[in-house]
């Protein structure tokens, strides 16, 4: 038995706006194995960020961690200080944010960026042990170490990215988080960077939550998936089964909603309307105003988020759209 | 020269270069060939789409086509019920009255409206500029334009301002004033990659059905094949400012002949888990066409080059048979 | 499939109205929210009842003869300047006028020299800023090298040599520091925002749709310049009731009467230093902090409005 990197429990996240809580995300529930990739897909506002700053507590001043629990390891992350947290930031838990040239300064070379947080969290290490680890973990994302004492502004798009992925990596953590990681990424560049992310899991047995909106990358790079709707887990099953055997009417939609150049060329679905807004999300299901299978209960109680079979998990009353 | 019947846009020797470093009062000699002698020829009624990566042209080929920049050299010769017109050497009154043909869905629903007109101005515009019928006609016609792209009932929409529409309807708007004065030619330079994945088909849907409908020609600029395949009826491919491969859109799927079209459709990632893609065949990493050398353009990183293609000029595009144009000396 | 759409029966002269009138409300809740900016604009609306008090006052309560602020002189009273009394709420000045009259009737002058000044900076600011910015260039660098000369020139002594060489009355002055003002630094901020504007999309969209320069200018650009303009235009306010107290304090300007005037005649009686006639120069010195304090403060609660990004959440 594998046992967890991460669990998460009835997550609950708010952000105080001017007009209102925004209810960002809402009882989630997951889990992380050692060496698994989670793939988290799912549309703007569906809390798929969210959750990834709520698992690395930074979050801004007008969000609050209503209710949960955040096991990292077995240790809950949401009572502890920032004090406390900055231990685990880094060291066990660490992010790879979108757009890499917000997450590097432009002022210091990228071997300092990297240098910076190891010193931070590995101050047992030598200098010279430190400057090994650098050309290491160059190597490892596909950099030369050569250009290590570079300005990112130098770097290409993809090389930044890999200088991004590199910085996570520096202090080993058991889970690393990518938030879209290619999103901005010419798709040849993408698919070079998505092997080498896929190798360096599978080498460090190290476990990964991968977000992204795109699921045919998501296809690619997770062994389970969990698809997010309006601060929500819809549903989550393993790669395989969520294309194949999809059962809450979002994924289903989800699915039929992508162009392929492979295989027959089919008619695409539409579905009608658009997230709602988390400032006053309908009642009930979530997904309720735009699934075709709704019924009363839909609009009145929230489902629950339960295993239907095999691990296979989803929250809707009327899975696979039977009535 | 004569120009078929059913030829649209006929595009030649299409170029457009930008100089480097140059100052108010110093001149460059560095040139970024962003575009480089295009040829292509499209159909009326059809939707051709123009697909490449980040840097290859697609975009600079838009506005080149929309007037937003000036050639540098070529001819675009439009197909108009007054004969054929060269757009490129356009000027003045003529280069006004020739906006009234040819139209652009731009990318970002976000900032291709002015935040300070309401919905009815936005898309009145090109009727307001080119002078063309009274305030109730234009009210009428764009009532009529919100409901055909399905912004209904229109009245709740005209008076709005872009704010108060989320991204799929801001682009369905963006859409309307495309076609508010009857264009025969527009040109969508990725009109869906800025929205959500399930608004998305709602406007690609869209399009298709006005397409067919309004028998408009579209010239669809993106990124995405697996969008090209979708939207049109022919693609080409671009690679550092010129085509290298054009055909129908199942045939160059199918049966992609150029080395950076395979490379691009074995790259592109598969909503199947199960599915294994090729292997990428490529090397090295994308660069600037600057001052770029009499040689094929793909030399550096093709996997198939080898001396001929190296001391020859850029390989013309040549008719592999079933109208599948290829620009490469080793297929 | 379209069905047969009914014309919208409201004329459209009017929806804009309405539009526009929704588009107010909203901005004033926006400034209301902060504090600051409706403390400023209870001080304006003061100052504003305070200078509409005075006609009214010297057509009823007080006399000309006596409460005239230029030509009146009171003869009751022996001595001049006078400490304040039930007669003259803040004493006479060395020349037997009523001081509080002179307070008031002054204000009328401060405003509608801060508002004409301001209103011709920024008319000549956002033309030139949106020209410089659209046409770059050539005609960006001339503008650009002419404001950076404005800017560097000193503003003082200009207007102290122009007094030398003109009158300056009121209508002159703010002229002159609107202009001084319109082609300074307020250019330039105007000019980096419809830099800004430029690079939208949507600026493309009006040349597509067949716009000329004239349309994109007046129709796009503008529209998204003002409100950055009129903000500024609270400062350039500011500036020039202060510049003018300035001027007139050195007796510069032909101005028959106002608040820097006061503090003027103070001085060159002798009076500026001394505790006994504080009424002299108190008043007035506060009147000038405080007006121009209002129309600061009314300033910044606008650049929340103007500005989205400095908002609370």
Not at chain 3, 264 to 280: A, E, V
């Amino acid at each position: 038995m594998v046992e967890n990197v991460l669990e998460v429990k009835d997550l609950t996240m708010h952000y105080t706006t001017r007009k209102g809580p925004v209810f960002a995300v809402d009882d989630v529930n997951f889990h992380v194995a050692r060496g698994e990739s989670v793939g988290l897909v799912g549309e703007s506002g569906c809390g798929k960020t969210s959750i990834a700053i709520s698992l690395l507590k930074l979050l801004p001043d007008n969000a609050d961690i209503k209710k949960g629990q955040i096991l990292l390891n077995g240790t809950d992350l949401i009572p502890l200080a920032e004090a406390e947290v900055r231990k685990y930031r880094w060291r066990r838990i660490s992010m790879v944010f979108q757009a890499a040239m917000n997450a590097m300064n432009p002022v210091y070379t990228v071997e300092e960026q990297i240098l910076e947080a190891m010193q931070q969290h590995l101050p047992d290490m030598s200098d010279a042990e430190m400057d090994e680890k650098v050309d290491a973990l160059f190597r490892l994302v596909g950099l030369d170490p050569s250009f290590k004492d570079q300005y990112p502004h130098q770097y290409s798009g993809g090389m930044r990215q890999r200088a991004v992925i590199a910085m996570a990596l520096s202090c080993d953590p058991d889970i690393i988080l990518a938030d879209e990681p290619t999103t901005a990424l010419d798709v040849i560049v993408q698919d070079a960077l998505l092997k080498r992310i896929r190798k360096i899991q599978g080498e460090l047995n190290m476990a990964m939550i991968y977000i992204s909106h795109d699921i045919a990358v998501i296809a690619e790079v997770s062994d389970r998936v969990g698809v997010m709707y309006a601060g929500r887990m819809a549903e989550m099953a393993s790669t395989e089964a969520i294309f194949h055997y999809p059962i809450h009417p979002y994924t289903m939609g989800l699915m039929s909603a992508f162009p392929s150049i492979v295989g027959e060329k089919t008619a695409l679905v539409t579905l009608p309307g658009e997230p709602p807004d988390l400032l006053n999300p309908p009642p009930g299901c979530r997904f309720n105003p735009r699934c075709p299978y709704a019924t009363d209960i839909c609009k009145e109680e929230t489902p629950p988020f339960k295993d239907h079979e095999n691990g296979h998990f989803a929250a809707c009353w009327h899975p696979g759209g039977e009535k | 020269m004569t120009v078929q019947e059913d030829v649209l846009v006929n595009i030649e020797h299409l170029s457009k270069l930008f100089p480097v470093g140059a100052g108010v009062f110093s001149r460059s000699d560095t040139y970024v060939h962003a575009v480089s002698d295009l040829n292509l020829k499209i159909m009326s009624g059809e939707s051709v789409g123009l697909v490449g990566e980040s840097g290859c042209g697609k975009t600079t080929t838009g506005k080149l086509l929309t007037r937003l920049l000036d050639p540098t050299e070529g001819k675009i010769e439009l197909n108009t019920y007054e004969g054929v017109v060269d757009i490129a050497s356009l000027r003045g009154k003529n280069l006004k009255k020739f906006r009234q043909m040819v139209q652009m869905i731009f990318q970002d629903p976000y900032e291709s409206m002015n935040p300070r007109l309401t919905i009815y101005d936005t898309i009145a515009e090109p009727m307001d500029v080119q002078g063309i019928g009274s305030i109730t006609d234009r009210e009428e016609r764009v009532a009529e334009l919100l409901e055909t792209v399905g912004l209904a009932p229109a009245a709740s929409f005209m008076f709005r301002y872009p704010h108060e529409l989320s991204g799929g309807q801001r682009q369905r708007v963006a859409i309307a004033r495309a076609l508010v004065i009857a264009p025969i030619f527009v040109v969508a330079d990725e009109p869906t990659s800025m929205l959500d994945v399930s608004v998305r088909t709602g406007v690609m849907n869209l399009m298709r059905e006005l397409a067919d409908r309004l028998s408009v020609t579209y010239l669809y600029i993106t990124h995405d094949l697996a969008v090209a395949r979708y939207m049109c009826d022919r693609i080409a491919v671009m690679y550092l400012g010129k085509i290298v491969e054009w055909a129908e859109t199942e045939e160059l799927l199918h049966h992609p002949q150029h080395p950076y079209t395979r490379a691009l459709l074995s790259a592109v990632p598969v909503p199947d888990p199960t599915f294994e893609r090729e292997p990428v065949e490529i090397k090295g990493g994308i660069s600037k066409p600057v001052n770029p050398l009499p040689l094929c353009r793909f030399y550096e990183r093709c996997p198939r080059a080898d001396d001929f293609c190296k001391n020859n000029d850029h390989p013309p595009l040549e008719d592999k048979g079933a109208a599948h144009f290829v620009a490469c000396y080793k297929v | 499939m379209t069905t047969q759409t009914k014309i919208v029966p409201i004329p459209l002269w009017r929806v804009r109205l309405k539009l526009f009138w929704k588009s107010l409300r909203s901005s004033w809740a926006l400034f209301a929210e902060n504090p600051v900016g409706l403390i400023g604009l209870g001080m304006i609306i003061f100052f504003g009842l305070f200078a509409l008090a005075h006609p009214i006052l010297m057509n009823t309560v007080w006399e000309p003869r006596v409460y005239h602020p230029t030509m009146g002189y009171d003869m009751e009273i022996a001595f001049h300047p006078s400490q304040p009394s039930a007669r003259h709420l803040l004493g006479t000045d060395p020349l037997g006028r009523d001081v509080l009259s002179q307070l008031m009737y002054s204000t009328r002058y401060e405003f509608v020299l801060g508002i004409l000044s301001a209103v011709v900076t920024v008319v000549i600011a956002t033309t030139i800023g949106a020209v410089s910015a659209y046409y770059g260039g050539i005609v960006d660098t001339l503008l650009m090298r002419f404001v950076d000369l404005v800017i560097m020139v000193p503003f003082l002594p200009i207007l102290i040599v122009m007094s030398s060489l003109i009158k300056i009355g009121m209508l002159e002055l703010a002229l002159v520091i609107g202009v001084l003002s319109g082609f300074g630094s307020t250019a330039i901020v105007v000019k980096s925002q419809a830099l800004l504007v430029k690079v939208k999309p949507f600026i493309e969209a009006a040349r597509i749709a067949g716009g000329g320069d004239f349309h994109i200018i007046f129709k796009h650009m503008l529209p998204n310049l003002l409100p950055i303009a009129l903000l500024y235009m609270m400062f350039v306010v500011t500036g020039a009731i202060f510049s003018e107290a300035v001027l007139s304090f050195f007796g510069l300007t032909t101005i028959e009467m106002s608040w820097g005037l006061m503090i003027n005649i103070t001085q060159t009686q002798g009076y500026l230093m001394r505790f006994d006639t504080w009424f002299l120069l108190i008043p007035a010195s506060l009147a000038i902090t405080l007006l121009c304090a209002a129309f600061y403060l009314v300033g910044r609660a606008l650049d929340e409005v103007v500005n989205p990004r400095l908002r609370r959440r």
